[in-house]
Structures are given as C-alpha cells and as structure tokens.
C-alpha cells in the first residue's frame, strides 16, 4: 500500500505563497489519483484539489480556483501543491491521499492519507 508523507509548511503573511510537497512510496499501482484535503481547527475536512494519472486533469475547490496549482514529477513520485495569494482562511492541516475509486471530492473515497502539514497564514 502507497505511503505519503507532506511536506512544505508553514507561517506566512497574507499574499505569500508556499509550496507542499507530497512523496508517494510504495507504488501508486491501483490507485487512480491524488488529492489535497485541509482541515482546519473546528472543521470539517475539505476537498482542495485533486489531480488525476491518467490525462493529468485537475481540479479544484472554487475556494481556491486560480490561486492554487496541483502538479506532479513522476519521476520523483511527487505531487504538489502551490499556492498563491494565500488568505488566512486558507490557514489549515493539509493532507495528501491516494484514490482508488470513488468522488474525487470526498473524504470517504480515500483510504491512504499524509500525516498533514500545518500551514498558517496571518493577516
């Protein structure tokens, strides 16, 4: 089974960006694509963006259209995250996981998830 471990986090100002960092080991056989949840304090899980191996498509929380860019180097089993224009409402645990089937854009698809990586924005 795929193991993920994120990376990339941190404090920053509204307006910075980060970039999160999220290494697959274990091979990625059987698993359809790799998503971006965040959590933050008092709320429920959600969805950020997800990227698909097959075709590479992508998509995206409205929360976070045209600010954030999931990408991928294969070779280094990597995905990423980058975001731009941070907010403090983007302040949140953020988790990588591994889909095998099922809504892209939901929690209960996922069964193989990061440790999460804080990141936290002030204003």
């Known amino acids: 089974q795929v193991q993920l471990v994120e990376s990339g986090g941190g404090l920053v100002q509204a307006g910075d960006s980060l970039r999160l960092s999220c290494v697959a080991s274990?091979?990625?056989?059987?698993?359809?694509?790799m998503a971006w949840f965040r959590q933050a304090p008092g709320k429920e899980r959600e969805f950020v963006a997800y990227t698909a191996w097959i075709a590479g498509r992508t998509y995206y929380a409205d929360s976070v259209k045209g600010r954030f860019t999931t990408s991928r180097d294969d070779a280094k089993h990597t995905v990423y995250l980058q975001m731009n224009a941070l907010k403090p409402e983007d302040t949140a645990v953020y988790y990588c996981a591994s889909l095998r089937s099922g809504g892209y854009w939901s929690t209960s698809s996922y069964d193989t998830w990061g440790q999460g990586t804080q990141v936290t924005v002030s204003s």
């Open positions: 274990g091979g990625t056989i059987g698993y359809t694509g």
